[in-house]
């Protein structure tokens, strides 16, 4: 059974930083591509961060990109994302995904989703 499940989030004042794990268990993540997203009350899922298989590439969305790094670690099938200078905007539930196609990834239509963990940022 391919699970993820993450860890990490909780409540941080504006300015403030956050590490999300995702744990895979019962595949080898190294051959999926990982993928990081958010949903906030009542708006739709936002794509926020992808890397490749191999970690060579990655891509952010404009609306994060210089404050969070996604990361991953094949040796603890691990998958990360640091998260720094919050705004009460990145307020969310926040989900890893993985799949073998980066572009399902990108797309937001990867085949395996976390259950999310949430995110606060207020003072």
């Known amino acids: 059974q391919l699970q993820l499940v993450e860890s990490g989030g909780g409540l941080v004042q504006p300015g403030g930083s956050l590490r999300l794990s995702c744990a895979a268990s019962g595949f080898n993540l190294d051959v999926y591509a990982i993928g990081w997203f958010r949903q906030a009350p009542g708006k739709e899922r936002e794509f926020l961060a992808a890397i490749i298989r191999g970690g060579g590439s990655t891509r952010y969305a404009d609306s994060v990109k210089g404050r969070f790094t996604i990361s991953r670690d094949n040796t603890r099938n691990m998958g990360y994302l640091q998260m720094n200078n919050l705004k009460p905007e990145d307020t969310a539930v926040y989900y890893c995904?993985?799949?073998?196609?980066?572009?399902?990834?990108?797309?937001?239509?990867?085949?395996?989703w976390g259950q999310g963990t949430q995110v606060t940022v207020s003072s």
């Open positions: 995904a993985a799949d073998q196609s980066f572009h399902n990834v990108l797309i937001i239509n990867p085949g395996s």
